[in-house]
């Protein structure tokens, strides 16, 4: 019989052992204990699903949107939340359209009192006619993300209109853990404020829900149900009106497929096939995997700036 004698350290062998136990460990807690976890915990489920405990990147100063974008502004909305009983702040940031960036550009060059700056911003929000995206981001990290900025940058280089803010639970709104009802409360209040404010002008601009991963849940939710959480969460005798257009960007049609894998033209198709006679038409535009934009990069994708203007040309 051959035999094998093999000289290693003593702390290789060591290193091995603990390896090979926290290996075990781990592979215990993923396939035993974290199924589990995730059947029998709310707070597990919820944690997993909303991941608002990542706050990246560290160290905003979500006062000053400036150090990520030209032309925004911060402030937030504060309301008393139904949902969990309690007073609700939202951190919001709204962003200028390049155009009305460049016309008020000395402002925020050289104007000290951010309530006079924000005063000034509600005036050209109100009376614009220019196109208004409402954000609704996806999982994890806060409306300072790196890939959510690159974004705000598209919308503002296409002469939009951004208002991008924080669920409860992420960045500087108010710590409390994010629910479904929660976060389309907050998505619900946030454009309600925004129609309140551009429904002083005499024709009112074309608005846009835009939904990323699980923002795109949050949002359809929003939007598929906005006759009813109008009156039911707000108390209006008369519903907000609907936006031009609900957009879209990495969806999934449940949790199983968001977890697991299975081909958007499953969703594409149930949409349709859930649409009435009169209803809105559906557009669908997929990216082919060689253009390795995964799951947070369709902001880079070369034809964007095409696909998006059209959409929001035709349903202005």
Excluded at 45 to 62: G, Q, S, T, Y
Excluded at 259 to 264: F, N, Q, R, S
Excluded at 291 to 296: I, S
Aim: charged content about 20%; some cysteine.
């Amino acid at each position: 019989m051959l035999g094998f004698l093999i000289f290693v350290p003593l702390y290789i062998i060591l290193a091995l052992v603990l390896g090979a136990s926290v290996t075990a460990g781990i592979c215990i807690l993923h396939v035993a204990v974290a199924p589990l976890l995730f059947r029998y915990s709310k707070t597990f489920r919820r944690n997993l699903v909303f991941a608002n405990i990542a706050k990246w990147p560290l160290n905003v100063d979500f006062d000053e949107p400036s150090t990520f974008v030209d032309g925004a502004r911060n402030f937030n909305i504060e309301y008393q939340s139904k949902v969990d009983n309690c007073k609700i702040k939202i951190g919001v940031w709204h962003i200028l359209p390049k155009s009305l960036y460049e016309k008020n550009k000395g402002y925020f060059e050289y104007e000290t009192d951010k309530e006079k700056l924000s005063a000034l911003l509600d005036c050209e929000l109100a009376k614009s006619k220019l196109p208004i995206i409402v954000y609704c981001h996806g999982n994890s990290n806060t409306r300072a993300a790196a890939h959510r900025v690159v974004l705000y940058k598209f919308f503002q280089k296409m002469d939009f209109h951004t208002i991008a803010f924080d669920y409860r639970g992420y960045a500087d709104s108010t710590n409390v853990l994010p629910t479904e009802a929660g976060v389309v409360e907050d998505s619900l209040v946030v454009y309600d404020w925004l129609n309140t404010t551009v429904g002083k002008a005499d024709t009112k601009p074309p608005v846009f829900v835009w939904g990323h991963s699980l923002g795109t849940g949050i949002s359809s939710h929003l939007v598929g149900n906005l006759q009813r959480l109008s009156k039911q969460v707000l108390g209006r005798s008369e519903p907000l009106p609907p936006p031009n257009g609900l957009i879209l960007e990495a969806p999934f049609s449940n949790l199983a497929d968001e977890v697991g894998y299975h081909p958007l033209a499953k969703l594409y198709e149930a949409v349709v096939a859930s649409r009435g006679a009169g209803d809105a038409p559906i557009t669908f535009h997929s990216y082919p995997k060689q253009d390795r934009l995964g799951h947070k990069d369709i902001c880079r994708a070369k034809d964007l700036a095409q696909v998006v203007g059209d959409f929001v040309k035709s349903h202005r």
